[in-house]
């Protein structure tokens, strides 16, 4: 496992994640008898009369000396010792034994990671056997001197065909951008492998070949293997491939673009967008090619869907990737990868709903698209091996835009696989659209990073699901959930869990709606009250008729149900105790959901990953907010319609909630702004889509621009935005160089001849030609920040703009020139803005518009510091 992705490193995973394949032929085991375990209490001061009682052997006793060994000899797969003080020098041996149980005659030879200011010694360094069973001794000795508290290291045994310890991951090797060479690259990464591999087969070592649109493989490495890789010159970085997650109608009306905007039909249809997810439903209505041409002459790619699957003239191309999955076709067994395609593309279907639910007109926000399907994602996750493969094939095969709402922890870009993929998108005037991350409300939780990327975040619509309980009193309580059930003027029994508790639990367990402390017979027919959410997965599971459970939060939990379940708030949790308290016959009715009016709206979502950015600071993140809850979209009918197992409804459209649906409404808005701008750069769409946005309400959003970014995505205003700031790869380049990347992995990435200038540590990402402007502060004392902006006029060719700063308290915002004056189209001015003040307590946010009476661009300014 990666330690880097767990801090407390084999405190944490012990010899790392359980491979039970590999276990059948393990070559060389390290047994531990029962009288090593005698041995081992005896060191621990047992007297002899416990140890004759522990072992049931009356004449056993301690052996004499024992007192100078320690639980470290105990001969245990894993080597661990405990040094008094740290700083000082030590030197620690351990003494195993191992028995060959792999092939007769077999020599096994030491393979140690060195950590540093340590020297770690094998004696001997080479075990040879004779025959099957037979036991060898070796010493470990680990000398040196360290001040970190603690020192982690591997020993591995290998005879060419097992390899003893050290688990073998999947490691992706990036090499850059592609040459023009005139080897097969593919060849030049087995011939990289032999060179490192103490194997004597290559046989599933190398997993796939990334060739086509920048260079770098996927191989089955261990870590010592990795090392000798890091250290080739032709290697930018090796990292492990993580196991990313998914981040999991009404919505296009709500932000103004309805189906009568205007459109450019005939571009719209050579718009192709990529979308790396978990395949697609080629049957849906919303794929459907009725009145769509032949694809565009530019499309280079293919259908390589698979088993059972056809391509059509809406979706033009389809590949699939399983590196961790026997799945063989691109088809869409989740249902995620069939909703955010439709969202961003999909045709405009009627009397779409679910369960009659949410019923409409369901669209994406270019109808008129082509859409390319890249299957990444599985039951199990998705793999960053194969996201980069996907980014690889998607560049390449010509599509205009990607959207991937995909994620993990936030990660350096060195080990960020989308960041790295969708940094090839960029160059070649691809943008990457992602999802910011469903871990809010955390702060810093916001996982999609890199200024290249265009991260979003989710918000409210103005639909609200909610559920109206009928008490048997005749009173109505309100409560939130997507409840497609309809009981048909029933009422049933309401029972508290005390009241139906089974006899393996305490009342009050039962009361609190404990897992397995619902008795199945009492609770039959009946309806359930429990003081939490996750109550409701437990009256599922003990079979009751439906559930009310409380959460503060209630018209935030987003719920979709599998038998009748409202989530309410706790004044209403009371009310609906207190009529269960004043009968002996208490009965509720849970009527099915229906959708009404939220003037809230556009609210962040509290499941919203939030800023700031952890990787650089300096670049505010998310970058916008869109719509991302009780979303209706296609989806597969083999796809989970809810969170219970149990629950095998099947759906063609579905209401899910989550970044992941905020994401490809920003993909259909930006390939909207491309047909009217064909020739923008990725960063110009983007700067687009931000300085236009409508500003959110900062009483509704506690965390302001780390919730939302630059504000709720205004897609109409997007195609006129009069200003745009321009970011291309030489500036991408100058920030990765003043973030410490040197020259050398610079020409890697960049593919030419680029360096780092000179005197560049002295700036910042800050200064980086964002559309938004953030920086990070040490400490809360007073400051002067500057930013270097340069903005290009695309509105009118002979226009003059005025800076309009919101002034916020403790701070003076002054913006140099205050005016700027265009005289033809495409003309930059550069400005600066300078920030001064006191204190930011913890942050300051303001905002500069640049108007000239048309236009009005906006830009947040965000100064924050880490207390």
């Known amino acids: 496992m990666d330690p880097k992705e767990t801090t407390d490193g084999e405190f944490a995973y012990g010899s790392g994640h359980i491979n039970p394949l590999k276990a059948v032929d393990p070559g060389l085991v390290y047994e531990t008898l029962k009288s090593d375990y005698i041995k081992m209490l005896c060191s621990r001061g047992i007297s002899d009369k416990v140890l004759r009682s522990i072992s049931g052997d009356h004449n056993r006793t301690c052996p004499k000396g024992l007192d100078k060994e320690s639980p470290k000899d105990l001969n245990y797969p894993s080597m661990s010792a405990k040094l008094k003080q740290t700083g000082t020098p030590f030197k620690i041996t351990s003494n195993r034994t191992v028995t060959n149980v792999g092939f007769p005659n077999s020599v096994y030879k030491a393979n140690v990671s060195q950590p540093q200011n340590v020297i770690i010694k094998v004696d001997p360094a080479v075990l040879s ?104 010159d032709e290697v930018v970085f090796v990292f492990p491939s993580r196991t990313l997650q998914l981040r999991t109608t009404r919505s296009w009306n709500f932000m103004g673009f309805n189906e009568s905007i205007s459109r450019k039909r005939n571009i719209e249809s050579n718009i ?58 691109a088809r869409d067994e989740e249902g995620h990868g069939s909703h955010t395609a439709s969202t961003a593309a999909g045709n405009l279907v009627k009397d779409a709903s679910f369960f009659g639910l949410a019923k409409g007109r369901a669209r994406g926000g270019v109808p008129s698209a082509r859409i390319a399907a890249y299957k990444v994602c599985y039951p199990e996750g998705c793999a960053s091996a194969d996201i980069l493969s996907a980014f690889d094939d998607a560049i390449a095969d010509g599509v205009d835009l990607i959207t991937i709402s995909i994620g993990g922890d936030p990660s350096e870009f060195s080990q960020d696989a989308i960041a790295i993929g969708a940094f090839h998108a960029m160059a070649k005037g691809i943008l990457t659209v992602n999802a910011a991350g469903n871990d809010g409300p955390t702060s810093s939780s916001v996982s999609s990073v890199a200024p290249w990327l265009f991260s979003v975040a989710a918000s409210t619509t103005d639909r609200l699901f909610v559920d109206n309980i009928i008490l048997g009193n005749g009173k109505t309580v309100k409560g939130f959930s997507v409840n497609s059930f309809d009981l048909d003027g029933k009422k049933l029994p309401l029972v508290r869990g005390r009241e139906v508790s089974s006899d393996v639990c305490s009342p009050n367990e039962a009361e609190n709606c404990i897992e397995g402390c619902i008795d199945s017979s009492k609770v039959h027919g009946k309806i359930l009250i429990c003081e939490n959410v996750q109550g409701y997965f437990v009256a599922v599971d003990a079979g009751a008729a439906g559930s009310i459970v409380n959460n503060e939060r209630s018209r935030e939990v987003y719920l979709v149900v ?18 269960k308290n004043s009968t002996k016959n208490p009965q509720v009715e849970i009527l099915k959901s229906e959708a009404i009016k939220d003037s809230t709206a556009p609210v962040v979502a509290w499941f919203s990953s939030r800023g700031p950015n952890s990787v650089v600071p300096d670049i505010l993140k998310p970058d916008i907010s869109a719509p991302g809850v009780n979303i209706l979209a296609a989806y597969s009918p083999m796809g989970p319609i809810s969170e219970v197992a149990s629950d095998k409804r099947s759906v063609k459209y579905h209401i899910v909630s989550g970044t992941s649906m905020a994401c490809p409404h920003v993909a259909g808005a930006a390939a909207y702004v491309k047909t009217f701008h064909p020739d923008w750069s990725p960063s ?140 033809s189209l495409y003309e930059k001015k550069s400005f600066t803005v300078t920030v001064t003040g006191s204190s930011v307590k913890p942050f300051l946010s303001s905002s500069l518009v640049w108007s000239d009476g048309k236009h009005n661009v906006r830009s947040p300014i965000v100064v924050h510091y880490s207390s």
């Not at 009748?564 to 009529?579: C, R």
Request: hydrophobic share 35%.
């Open 272 to 329: 192709i967008v990529g979308v790396i997810d978990s395949g697609i439903w080629p049957e849906s209505e919303s794929f459907s090619d009725e009145g769509f041409g032949p694809p565009p002459k530019k499309w280079k790619g293919a259908c390589s869907g698979g088993k059972n699957f056809t391509c059509n003239n809406k979706i033009i191309g389809a590949r699939y990737y399983n590196s961790a999955s026997s799945e063989i076709s």
């Open 684 to 823: 110009a769409i983007k700067s687009a889509i931000m300085t236009t946005a409508w500003t959110m309400n900062p009483s509704k959003n506690g965390d302001t621009e780390f919730a939302f970014g630059s504000g709720h995505i205004n897609p109409l205003e997007a195609i006129n935005p009069g200003l745009v700031y321009e970011t291309l790869k030489p500036d991408y380049i100058k920030m990765l160089c003043s973030l410490g990347l040197n020259d050398t992995v610079i020409r890697s990435i960049s593919g030419d001849n680029s360096t780092c200038p000179k005197g560049l540590e002295k700036e910042s990402p800050k200064d980086l030609n964002y559309p938004s402007m953030s920086t990070k502060l040490q400490q809360d004392t007073p400051f002067k920040i500057t930013f270097n902006r340069t903005v290009t006029n695309v509105g009118f060719p002979n226009s003059v703009y005025t800076a309009k700063v919101s002034q916020p308290q403790n701070a003076n915002i002054k913006v140099e020139p205050a005016v700027l004056s265009f005289k």
């Open 129 to 232: 056997f004779k025959s099957l069973n037979e036991k060898k001794s070796f010493t470990v000795t680990v000398s040196g001197s360290s001040g970190k508290p603690f020192l982690s290291s591997s020993l591995e045994w290998s005879d060419g065909k097992h390899i003893v310890r050290s688990p073998i991951v999947l490691h992706i090797v990036y090499m850059g951008s592609l040459l023009e060479v005139q080897y097969s690259l593919a060849s030049q990464h087995l011939n990289m492998l032999q060179e490192v591999v103490g194997r004597s087969s290559l046989e599933n070592v190398l997993v796939r070949s990334y060739t086509r649109s920048f260079n770098g493989f996927a191989a089955m490495l261990t870590d010592n293997e990795r090392q000798k890789l890091s250290s080739m």
């Open 562 to 579: 599998s038998i009748p379940t409202s989530v309410v708030n706790s004044k209403e949790y009371s009310e609906v105790l207190s009529y």
